[in-house]
């Protein structure tokens, strides 16, 4: 590091004396060809000089072929036979009567959540604005009257109508608060949720 340190020093040195003083004369030029300082033995490199403190990391020198991808993930019965198998898991929706997995969600009946989701949120963008929503809101289909609620209930909430009926998957229930106030009574009570 020193050493090209040196040099860059030098020819910065040098080029500025050239361009204040010019060219040296000819004859030290001639001098300075014939009489060519000592070269320097080569060093050595080694791996920490080119490194440094840095590390090396194990990298792969060459990109797996498709037939080594396939073989690893299906394997072949010379190098380890891995068998395909039949899922298990399988289940009929009894809502649309398409298939899914167990443990997950039916796709179809998914994709009919996602829309209806998406129409309430442009009819609230639409009617509240893109402001924050700091009050509840509450979604009412066409049909269905205001609950029979106090009126400290309706007060500081938001009501968006939808100009359609609602859709029978979509349970009134879920409009319920899942959260209540903690409570000292040990007693359990039913919820309308069920």
């Known amino acids: 590091m020193i050493p090209r340190f040196i040099n860059v020093i030098r020819q910065i040195e040098r080029n500025v004396i050239y361009s204040l003083f010019g060219q040296p004369p000819r004859e030290l030029a001639l001098a300075y060809v014939h009489n060519p300082p000592p070269t320097p ?20 020198k060459f990109r797996r072929t498709i037939e080594r991808r396939l073989k690893r993930k299906y394997g072949t019965p010379e190098y380890n ?13 009894k809502e649309c009567g398409h298939h899914y997995e167990s443990g997950r969600l039916c796709g179809n009946c998914y994709k009919k959540i996602e829309s209806e989701t998406k129409e309430i949120k442009a009819k609230i963008v639409e009617k509240l604005g893109s402001s924050p929503i700091d009050k509840e809101v509450i979604v009412l289909y066409e049909g269905e009257n205001v609950p029979d609620q106090p009126q400290e209930f309706w007060k500081g909430k938001r009501i968006i109508e939808m100009k359609k009926e609602r859709p029978q998957w979509f349970s009134k229930n879920l409009l319920q608060r899942s959260t209540q106030e903690p409570s000292d009574s040990k007693d359990v009570k039913p919820t309308d949720l069920a």
């Not at 080694?46 to 792969?60: H, N, Q, R």
């Not at 036979?81 to 929706?93: G, S």
């Open 81 to 93: 036979q891995k068998i395909l198998l039949p899922k298990t898991n399988i289940l009929v929706c």
């Open 41 to 60: 033995a080569p060093r050595k490199f080694s791996i920490k000089d080119i490194i440094g403190d840095g590390y090396l990391m194990a990298v792969p």
